[in-house]
């Protein structure tokens, strides 16, 4: 069965210091996979997804995913978090069912950065 | 939040009241689909819909129903058939029918009582 899987519900992080915000998948095939943020009473804003090539992707924002395939993992991580960078983060997975291509997303992280 | 916008941001209904969500967006964007957000279970879908007239039920559609009569509109109605309908509703669009890209709407928190 096609899931996500974010391990933690809240990361702490030192504002300065490297973020790594967790995610697994299982899907059949090769996976497509996205990370999104949400901030508070907004909708979630698209950061990067991964659908081929290069295992690291870069994205909005200063952030980056690396995906490996031996231990289906996509972990969202940043070099130097900001402040502003806390928010709650969603990986999603597309998988294809009922003849559509649709997202299953993970249960959310929240990243707290303390000055 | 992408050219998408829902109203209303605050919605409040008794128990028993069918209450209907809007949903517009002005990025010519063929698929639109229709999320529920609860806190620690991440997004489920509802409903989605990939061209004008059709659409298909997600993995919670059960008291939920939409319509698809326009590119631009995804309206959701929140039936009393809900059975816990209290949540913060978020609609998104793609540009083509793989939800490569989903920009969302800023959301519809629904409070029922």
């Known amino acids: 069965a096609q899931s996500v899987a974010q391990p933690e519900d809240q990361v702490n992080v030192a504002e300065g210091n490297p973020l790594t915000v967790k995610c697994t998948y299982s899907?059949?095939?090769?996976?497509?996979l996205f990370w999104y943020v949400q901030y508070p009473n907004r909708g979630l804003q698209f950061l990067l997804k991964?659908?081929?090539?290069?295992?690291l992707v870069k994205g909005s924002y200063g952030f980056e995913a690396e995906f490996n395939k031996s231990q289906t993992s996509f972990h969202l991580k940043k070099p130097s978090a900001l402040v502003s960078d806390s928010a709650l983060y969603f990986c999603?997975?597309?998988?294809?069912?009922?003849?559509?291509?649709?997202?299953?997303f993970g249960a959310g992280t929240r990243l707290a950065v303390h000055p | 939040d992408g050219g998408i916008t829902q109203s209303p941001k605050y919605l409040f209904r008794k128990e028993g009241q069918n209450v209907t969500l809007s949903c517009e967006q002005n990025?010519?964007?063929?698929?639109m689909y229709w999320y529920r957000q609860d806190p620690g279970q991440g997004l489920r879908l509802i409903y989605y819909?990939?061209?004008?007239?059709?659409?298909q039920k997600g993995d919670i559609a059960e008291g939920y129903s939409v319509s698809r009569e326009k590119k631009e509109s995804f309206p959701l109605t929140v039936t009393s058939a809900q059975k816990n309908p209290t949540a913060f509703y978020l609609c998104?669009?793609?540009?083509?029918?793989?939800?490569?890209?989903?920009?969302f709407g800023p959301g519809t928190r629904l409070t029922v009582t």
């Open positions: 998104a669009s793609s540009i083509g029918r793989d939800p490569l890209e989903q920009y």
């Open positions: 899907v059949s095939g090769n996976p497509y």
């Open positions: 991964y659908i081929t090539g290069d295992n």
């Open positions: 999603a997975v597309r998988f294809f069912s009922g003849g559509y291509n649709k997202l299953i």
């Open positions: 990025l010519n964007h063929d698929a």
């Open positions: 819909s990939q061209i004008v007239n059709d659409f």
